[in-house]
């Protein structure tokens, strides 16, 4: 068996599932909620854009590479991209963290692919900062594996913070009030910006279709 075409099928077959699993169950993956509203309603339309992301080498890079480092001996004791779900009124919330350990309540995400000039990124804070909601984690870590460098990054809570002051969503100023979160999906879906980062629609695959596309060339 030859691997590259044994590979792309097995996740381009994962992508499909997923995909048709969202639109049909209605779910939101925590990676929608770190991103542009209208960027998850257009995934719905035209989720094949989404799936034919998956066939890409760096994507694939990155897949491998997040293996080879959740492999390793000091994670023995870690579940590995365990999926999660809560709900919140009407929203679903799904989410693969990638690292977790459920004794010391230790969470870890790993980012590849571009070098990232002043880790952490806003929006993978955010994404840990749901995680974090999900599972009531105690400590967290954005581990960057990029082209430049290796770099690992323990989040506080002044990162968290700082992610909603620049998403100027100040009814989330107080962010250890009860059902956070619960308040933080309703925020997103009917009051957030579109696009939510300044730089988004620069990497956004639904952008030649977007009638609300703001290019600005502000890089992450």
């Known amino acids: 068996m030859i691997f590259w075409p044994y590979y792309l099928k097995q996740k381009l077959r994962e992508a ?5 699993e969202k639109i049909e ?41 997040h293996q080879a480092i959740e492999s ?8 590995k991209e365990r999926e999660i779900e809560k709900e919140y ?24 692919g571009r070098d990232v000039k002043s880790p952490p990124s806003p929006h993978h804070v955010l994404q840990v900062w749901i ?6 984690s105690q400590q967290e870590f954005i581990i960057y594996a990029t082209y430049g460098r290796i770099v690992e990054v323990e989040l506080t809570q002044i990162d ?3 992610v909603f002051t620049q998403l100027k969503a100040q009814q989330m100023s107080m962010i250890n009030m009860p059902d956070i979160l619960g308040k933080y999906a309703a925020w997103w879906w009917g009051a957030a910006p ?6 988004e629609c620069d990497y956004c695959p ?11 060339n502000k890089k992450r």
């Open 16 to 20: 499909k599932e997923r995909w048709k």
């Open 25 to 65: 169950n209605e779910y939101v993956w925590v990676t929608d909620l770190v991103h542009c509203p209208h960027r998850y309603e257009l995934s719905l339309q035209y989720p094949e854009i989404a799936i034919g992301q998956f066939s890409s080498t760096q994507y694939v890079l990155g897949e491998l590479l």
């Open 72 to 79: 390793q001996p000091i994670f023995q004791s870690f579940e």
């Open 89 to 112: 009124g009407k929203f679903k919330i799904r989410g693969r963290p990638d690292l977790w350990d459920p004794k010391n309540k230790i969470l870890i995400e790993i980012k590849t």
């Open 131 to 136: 995680y974090k909601q999900i599972l009531n």
């Open 160 to 162: 968290y913070q700082d």
């Open 194 to 199: 579109t696009p939510l980062w300044p730089w």
């Open 206 to 216: 639904y952008a030649h279709l977007c009638a609300l596309r703001k290019t600005q």
